[in-house]
């Protein structure tokens, strides 16, 4: 993953690599935290978080944040959280702008009959997220 932070929070983490960078707290911070998550011993992360985005797309994002370890929700479970039952398409979107991929758990998201649809680091890595969160 590629993680970037502005030396006081995480701004992003994308699936993918790119070039290491100049170490810092934050970003060592995330790191150990995403180890840990991937090798089964973390379900919430405290690194601070500073993700740029909408007031819409805020709390949605905060919204998923709220989505326990090992569930998932509906995007329609998702707009009713966010107060408009209707803004389902809009919460998919927000979904896919998400910058803190695993961190801000909008792969926890599923389509109303459990249908795996839609992540932006791709079904495959939505599958594996959702299983390793399931195994645990």
Not at 124 to 133: A, F, I, P, T
């Amino acid at each position: 993953m590629t993680l970037v932070s502005d030396g006081e929070a995480l701004l992003r983490a994308d699936f993918g690599g790119a070039p290491a960078a100049d170490a810092c707290p934050v970003l060592d911070l995330a790191e150990r935290e995403l180890r840990e998550y991937f090798e089964g011993n973390r379900r919430e992360f405290s690194v601070p978080l500073k993700p740029v985005g909408t007031p819409f797309q805020l709390r949605v994002w905060e919204a998923l944040r709220a989505i326990p370890y090992g569930e998932t929700r509906s995007y329609q479970d998702v707009a009713r959280a966010v107060g408009n039952e209707r803004a389902t398409r809009a919460v998919g979107l927000a979904n896919n702008r998400n910058p803190l991929a695993v961190i801000v758990p909008c792969h926890r998201v599923i389509g109303k009959g459990g249908s795996l649809v839609g992540y932006g680091g791709g079904l495959d890595n939505k599958r594996y997220l959702l299983g390793l969160e399931a195994r645990r």
